[in-house]
């Protein structure tokens, strides 16, 4: 055979047999989430796992190494069909209702699935650096930079993500540690609404805006302006960072006065 075709049929075997381990990784990683979610984390061992996948237990190490990182590829699955679920509206006619809506979402997967949910955020370093879980992201940031960009978001951007990701897993991991007859929704509608009067003003303050509010609202706007370059948009960050911190403790000084 000449050395070209060789080679070129070399080629297509390992593309093959890339195609077949995939196909196989897929398949033993939904067998693990469909254990976990009928059985439970105790349920998913290596020899479990490789039954229901129709392998053996040695598949699953090559493919993941141990356990631990079978448990971690779950739950990178868990965030892409969490992505999957999320309804992205780039242009809410209601940012604050596009937020309770959002909010709404993360609870309502977290108890359709508690098991996976709890392999999920019971470690929060556990898949934070996959693809879906920072698309996820991305979309949450949306949410908060229209937010601001309309004037009414009352925390900087970094702070309400932080509120809107602890009421939200806190509100499922409390319901979910609760016996069922103890589980009130008023439960998730008072964490929810606490999230938003800690994150947002009742109305816009672009007009009325105190120093902080201004700042808040002139960065959400800055990622779609093109006569900065990057450089000077770094400058002007920073000098936003001080102007921020200087609004905040006036408003506070004005507020404890």
């Known amino acids: 055979m000449p050395e070209g075709a060789k080679n070129e049929a070399m080629a297509v075997a390992a593309s093959e047999a ?44 090559r493919l993941f190494g141990d356990k631990d990182g079978l448990l971690d590829a779950v739950v990178e699955h868990g965030y892409a069909r969490f992505l999957a679920a999320k309804h992205r509206d780039t242009r809410p006619q209601d940012p604050v209702e596009d937020l309770r809506a959002g909010w709404d979402l993360a609870v309502e997967f977290g108890l359709a699935n508690p098991e996976l949910y709890a392999l999920m955020y019971n470690d929060p370093r556990r898949g934070t650096t996959s693809a879906a879980f920072q698309a996820g992201m991305q979309i949450l ?27 939200a897993r806190g509100a499922v991991l409390t319901w979910l540690s609760l016996p069922e007859d103890q589980r009130d929704p008023a439960l998730l509608t008072t964490l929810r609404e606490s999230m938003v009067a800690a994150v947002t003003h009742e ?13 808040r609202t002139v960065r959400a706007l800055l990622p779609g302006q093109t006569t900065l370059s990057s450089a000077e948009q770094h400058l002007l960050s920073e000098w936003l960072d001080r102007l921020a911190a200087d609004g905040s403790e006036g408003e506070a000084e004005e507020h404890a006065s």
């Open 18 to 61: 890339a195609d077949v381990r995939e196909v196989t990784r897929q398949r033993v990683v939904e067998a693990a989430a469909d254990l976990l979610a009928r059985e439970g984390r105790d349920a998913v061992t290596t020899r479990a796992v490789a039954a229901a996948a129709g392998t053996q237990p040695p598949a699953i190490y």
């Open 203 to 215: 109305r816009p303050v672009v007009r009325d805006a105190g120093l902080a509010d201004a700042v």
């Open 141 to 167: 940031l949306g949410r908060i930079r229209r937010l601001a960009a309309g004037g009414w978001l009352r925390v900087d951007e970094k702070l309400a993500a932080a509120l809107i990701h602890a009421t």
